[in-house]
């Protein structure tokens, strides 16, 4: 199993930007797809992005195409999501989640493990 802890949350005027990271420990990073979910307050949980086991394909929701990009350092076994131009709309935990092996294919998967999530508010 793979424990995952988010980091990099916080406050920000809209149009700023923040850099979230993933750590994970546990069975082999590398072995699968990682993804960014977040949840606003009062919503249902709502995908952000999903990178592949290589870091070779990623894949966004509409909202936040051209200005979130999900990346990961294998060797470091963490991922990021660098999100830019955030609007008021962005304001959401952030959660990180680990696709289980062998159930999905590029970009849609379940997902075996969540972090806790971090709070990112973004105001004007």
């Known amino acids: 199993q793979v424990q995952l802890v988010e980091s990099g949350g916080g406050s920000v005027q809209a149009g700023g930007s923040l850099i979230l990271s993933c750590a994970a420990s546990?069975?082999?990073?590398?072995?699968?797809?990682m993804a960014w979910f977040r949840q606003a307050l009062g919503k249902e949980r709502e995908f952000v992005a999903v990178?592949?086991?290589?870091?070779?394909?990623?894949y966004y929701t509409d909202s936040v195409k051209g200005r979130f990009t999900i990346s990961r350092d294998n060797a470091k076994n963490l991922m990021y999501l660098q999100m830019n131009s955030l609007e008021i709309e962005d304001t959401a935990v952030y959660s990180c989640?680990?696709?289980?092996?062998?159930?999905?294919?590029?970009?849609?998967?379940?997902?075996?493990?969540w972090g806790q999530g971090t709070q990112v508010t973004v105001s004007s």
């Open positions: 990178i592949s086991w290589n870091g070779l394909n990623a």
């Open positions: 546990g069975r082999t990073f590398s072995s699968g797809a």
């Open positions: 989640a680990a696709a289980r092996p062998g159930r999905g294919t590029f970009p849609n998967y379940e997902y075996a493990a």
